[in-house]
């Protein structure tokens, strides 16, 4: 039974919470042309998903939710009703491709069939086209979204095998299913709990990593200070791109001694605080705590979400760039060692071993409630290195999708192509008036620590000759 995972189910109970998120993944690959005829295209892709398998695949749910839901073989599956095709408006250029996923992205998809959809984009501008992949965040995670989309365009990429079909067993044998497993979940937990008192080192220090990571979770409970940037949001999205050179970035990392990683956070704290300043309200060193996700995945031919997290808080307080970068480098360093990752990958798994009624009435009693602990997320996720082709029209640009929710206004989704780094920032349209801002201040904060970079190296030369 191809079950989904607590946290796959989550995305759905998430989104069941709150009429105005969408919590499905994206990416955007921009391409030369021409664009090929529509049957072309369709028939091409198509031929290719049988290396996807849980792309014919539909989620049913339990009546009461007595277990998880499960995927099961779509029984009226018919490929070309997940192929769409549109032009963007004149002029067909950046601005207008946004707006255009914007538009596309706020749609649902349809919870009575797979959960994916292609959108062929005619008109930009250069005789270029672009194709979106939608997909549902309980598919995959970013990781393993990537990992779909390269399985779908011409290069070498390891695909996962074959999947046995699952067909609907019907809604009887899964409640009878549920029931035998809610039996047996407290002798489940009886034998982990043997397993643990035969190990007592193994134990003592399971615990105690369990204690400190909790210790670092628990911190996350304050709320972050009131401002513009967290609070209910519409049902309509603004879209940006922010572009970036890999190299550079690896050059400011090593010029800092930090990691690229840390770059990226630092940029886009450079942009909350320029937009926090730009409406007239104080960059606080508690304002913005974002939630980064942090692949903890083993099994590569998975394409569920295994993901854990970290919830850092953002110094948009800080002025100097360089300074600001030394900061975020230096928490992330501390919540790493503090175990944080491993404890919430751990309460993620746990829920594997509880009943799935209660953690899903309490998503979406937890989604309907105010939080003011998180502002944002942000991911980065690193992409193929290797040029992709489709049709033979090189790929020229990959962009990445992130969706907001729970009050959070602004995500932020960065994604590495060959030697390009885009950052995709969603936000909520009612409240973000300023278009164009965030992603500005992203790309100007990269120019100065780039430039620090370069004087830094000019300056050690100098003193070494």
């Given amino acids: 039974m191809d ?11 998430l989104e069941d919470g709150d009429p105005n998120s969408t919590l499905s993944i994206a990416s955007v690959a921009v391409l030369e042309g021409p664009a090929p005829a529509k049957d072309e295209f369709i028939d091409s892709i198509t031929a290719r998903l049988p290396r ?5 695949k539909k989620v049913h749910r339990l009546p009461l939710d007595l277990d998880a839901p499960v995927w099961v073989d779509d029984d009226r599956f018919d490929a070309r009703r997940h192929f769409h ?12 491709l946004c707006d255009l996923v914007a538009l596309l992205m706020a749609e649902r998809l349809d919870r009575d069939h797979p959960l994916w959809e292609f959108w062929v984009i005619e008109g930009l501008e250069g005789g270029r086209w672009a194709v979106l992949s939608k997909l549902h965040h309980c598919l995959a995670d970013g990781i393993s979204g990537t990992r779909l989309l390269s399985a779908l365009f011409d290069t070498q990429v390891a695909t996962a095998p074959d999947a046995a079909q699952d067909e609907d067993p019907g809604s009887i044998a899964l409640l ?10 407290p002798f489940d937990q009886t034998v982990a709990l043997t397993r643990l008192v035969r190990s007592p080192g193994l134990t003592v220090r399971r615990i105690a990593d369990a204690a ?16 513009s940037l967290s609070g209910p949001i519409g049902p309509d999205r603004r879209y ?3 572009h970036a050179s890999l190299r550079e970035m690896h050059e400011i990392g090593e010029a800092f001694d930090t990691t690229v990683n840390d770059v990226v956070l630092a940029s886009i704290t450079a942009a909350f605080r320029a937009l926090l300043l730009r409406r007239g309200e104080e960059p606080c060193p508690d304002s913005v705590r974002t939630l980064v996700p942090v692949s903890v995945r083993r099994d590569f031919a998975s394409v569920d979400n295994q993901i854990s997290l970290m919830l850092p808080l953002l110094p948009v307080d800080i002025e100097d760039p360089a300074d600001r970068l030394t900061e975020v480098h230096r928490r ?4 790493k060692n503090s175990k944080e990752v491993e404890t919430g990958a751990e309460l993620t798994g746990a829920g594997l071993h509880v009943p799935f009624a209660p953690i899903s009435w309490a998503i979406r009693l937890a989604a309907g409630l105010p939080q003011h602990n998180v502002v944002t997320v942000t991911t980065n996720v690193p992409g193929p290195r290797e040029p992709l082709h489709l049709f033979g029209r090189a790929v020229l640009g990959l962009y990445p999708y992130v969706p907001i929710a729970l009050r959070l206004r602004t995500g932020i989704a960065v994604l590495s192509y060959g030697d390009d780094v885009t950052f995709g920032v969603t936000l909520d349209f009612d409240s973000s008036p300023d278009s164009g801002f965030f992603s500005e201040a992203i790309e100007r904060d990269l120019v100065a620590l780039y430039e620090l970079a370069l004087r830094g190296a000019h300056a050690r030369v100098t003193e070494g000759g």
């Fill in 3 to 13: 079950r989904l995972s607590p946290l796959d189910a989550a995305f759905l109970e």
């Fill in 52 to 56: 996807i398998p849980r792309y014919r």
């Fill in 85 to 96: 095709r549109v032009a963007v408006p004149v002029p067909g250029d950046e601005n207008a």
């Fill in 176 to 185: 009878w299913g549920a029931v035998r497993k809610l039996a047996a979940i």
């Fill in 212 to 227: 400190k990571g909790l210790g670092a979770l628990a911190s996350a409970l304050v709320p972050a200070a009131p401002s």
């Fill in 240 to 242: 940006e791109l922010a």
């Fill in 332 to 335: 992330l360093a501390e919540l």
